[in-house]
């Protein structure tokens, strides 16, 4: 998707790494950003966010980001949405994609501390919803949150233990879930350390 290659393209991926880990952060592989967590690996990034924006035409609305990690992808998602709610549960990772982003002023990106499986009630209905954790089930609270007309892409752990990329989408008939390949993501979980 041309915006999607356009948007990563104005988004520096070595500003979001360990100065030890710069000569790696254009090879398409996930990387450690601390406290275990990884900022995938930039194909991923590309895969699922060509999937949030599939079948829309210009920007999406409100996009709610979980899991925001270094805040690569938020940074990413803010040239393709009008607002960009990314919420993460461990407080040190929120502070680091904060002093991330400083530098790229972002008005539209708004980063919030808390457990993303409640979701953020006060920016919903969403056009998208995209997680960077999977885990057995997809939160109720994100199926609420999402717009009719809207779509989720997160990892999922399926029957045999393995993850896979699902999409969902809400129509007024209901949701309709797509499983697509298999994926590597670090755990969703619950609550804030
Ligand atoms: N999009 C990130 C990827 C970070 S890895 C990036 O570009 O760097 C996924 C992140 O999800 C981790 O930081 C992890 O702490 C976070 N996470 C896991 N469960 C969560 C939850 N319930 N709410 C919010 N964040 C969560």
Not at 103 to 110: M, Q, T, W
Not at 111 to 140: E, K, R
Request: charged share 20%; aromatic share 6%; with cysteine.
């Amino acid at each position: 998707d041309e915006r999607v290659l356009q948007a990563m393209g104005a988004v520096e991926r070595h500003r979001f790494v360990d100065t030890g880990l710069v000569n790696q952060a254009y090879e398409d592989t996930s990387l450690p950003i601390g406290l275990g967590q990884t900022i995938s690996k930039p194909g991923v990034v590309a895969r699922m966010l060509e999937l949030l924006c599939a079948g829309k035409t210009g920007r999406l609305g409100r996009v709610l980001d979980i899991g925001t990690g270094c805040g690569y992808q938020a940074a990413v998602l803010s040239h393709l949405a009008v607002e960009v709610y990314s919420m993460e549960r461990l407080r040190a990772l929120h502070e680091k994609a904060r002093n991330n982003l400083r530098a790229f002023r972002l008005p539209n990106v708004h980063l919030l501390f808390g457990d993303g499986m409640t979701g953020f009630p006060s920016g919903a209905p969403y056009a998208g919803i995209v997680a960077a954790a999977g885990g057995d089930a997809v939160p109720q609270a994100w199926l609420e949150q999402l717009a009719v007309g809207g779509r989720l892409v997160a990892p999922l752990v399926t029957a045999n233990g393995q993850q896979a990329l699902i999409v969902v989408d809400k129509t007024a008939q209901g949701l309709k879930q797509t499983v697509l390949e298999a994926v590597h993501f670090v755990p969703l979980k619950s609550g804030i350390d």
